[in-house]
């Protein structure tokens, strides 16, 4: 099943079905341009892993981890499926990184390997937007990676059945395919994330984890239009503004 949040014409935020004709909730079907499709979890963070690919890794000119590279993007960095992302102001370089985000369904700490994916409610598509220019030069990625706006999200959350082992993911700007992998070539794999994340902190129910990107990251330019597709999911779709 697929799980989407979205406010209806009246105002009321609803958790309902997606399905081919639109998102449902209590026997009624909305037409997807008549509701404003929200971010499909609230998570108290979303914790990124970086280099979890080794041609991404190879194309930053960076060493391929022993352990997974860790950093926190806050709620403010949310968007939504069919947002407008607004860039930082009088930067270079902001980057565009197809993930597959894990989405937690209880609060845990210290989960093995063996039981991560007892914790695990579904998969979702994140785009892990990457200011360059203040990564470059700043140690903890605030300005970097915590930006508002900084972590498209959604449409849904697909259960794990949906989301094959090896599913594929891309990302398209303007109808062009840049970034074209799978979650089979994850350094770390899900059920490590987990353990190794949960070893130092608590997950929340609705947390999210984004699982690094694959090599074709490149800069993003007001008015582009950005879709992320992961196998098992609908495409994420967002614009991009000054």
């Known amino acids: 099943m697929q799980h989407v949040r ?17 998102p449902a909730f209590a026997g009624h079907t909305y037409d997807v341009d008549d509701v404003d499709v929200l971010p499909p979890t609230t998570p108290s963070k979303v914790v990124c892993v970086g280099l979890n690919y080794a041609d991404h890794a190879e194309e930053s000119g960076m060493e391929v981890p022993d352990r997974p590279l860790l950093f926190l993007k806050p709620p403010n960095a949310l968007a939504g499926h069919g947002d407008s992302v607004r860039l930082p102001a009088g930067k270079e370089r902001v ?9 937690i369904g209880e609060q845990c700490r210290h989960v093995d390997e063996a039981d991560a994916m007892d914790v695990v409610r579904g998969y979702t598509c994140v785009n892990d937007i990457s200011n360059r220019d203040d990564q470059e030069v700043e140690q903890n990625w605030v300005r970097g990676k915590a930006f508002d706006g900084a972590a ?32 089979s070539e994850f350094i770390f794999s899900v059920p490590e994330l987990v353990a190794e994340i949960t070893t130092y902190m608590t997950l929340e129910p609705g947390d999210v984890i984004s699982t690094g990107t694959p090599a074709g990251v490149g800069a993003l330019s007001p008015g582009d239009r950005v879709e992320v597709d992961v196998e098992g999911i609908p495409t994420l779709e967002h614009t991009v503004a000054e």
């Open 152 to 183: 498209p999200m959604g449409p849904t959350v697909a259960t794990p059945d949906e989301v094959p082992d090896d599913a594929g993911i891309s990302l398209r700007v303007n109808g062009e395919t840049k970034q074209e992998s799978s979650r």
């Open 95 to 103: 980057d565009w990184e197809a993930e597959l985000g894990v989405v």
């Open 6 to 22: 979205f406010r209806d014409p009246a105002g009321a935020v609803r958790t309902g079905e997606w399905t081919d004709e639109g």
